[in-house]
């Protein structure tokens, strides 16, 4: 459980809270006028901590993507159906169109 401590405790005492901090893993909370405003916590904590935030915001946009893709499966658009395109007949041809440019760009 972190500490709770003043922002003028951390002002008057920040050197010692950076050991604590380093050397014996612990966390704090820093509040101004009773609110809280800032966490201190360990560099490794504060990496694992990105490295799960990234991790779930790349599931949530899969999920996302994924939802996408089957809504726009399961209702092409009208002018898709018109001209009798289908996605993959759309992504072979952006793909081509693709390759074409890298093969053009590398020449």
Sequence with gaps: MPTVISAVDFHRKAGDLLARIRYRDERFIIKRRGQP????????EYRRLEKLTAARRAA????????????????????????GLSGEDIQAEVDAVREAHYAQSRS
């Design 37 to 44: 405003v800032a966490v201190l916590l360990g560099f490794e």
């Design 60 to 83: 949530e946009r899969a999920r996302h993507f994924a939802a996408f893709e089957s809504a726009l499966e399961a209702t092409p658009p009208p002018e898709m159906d018109s001209v």
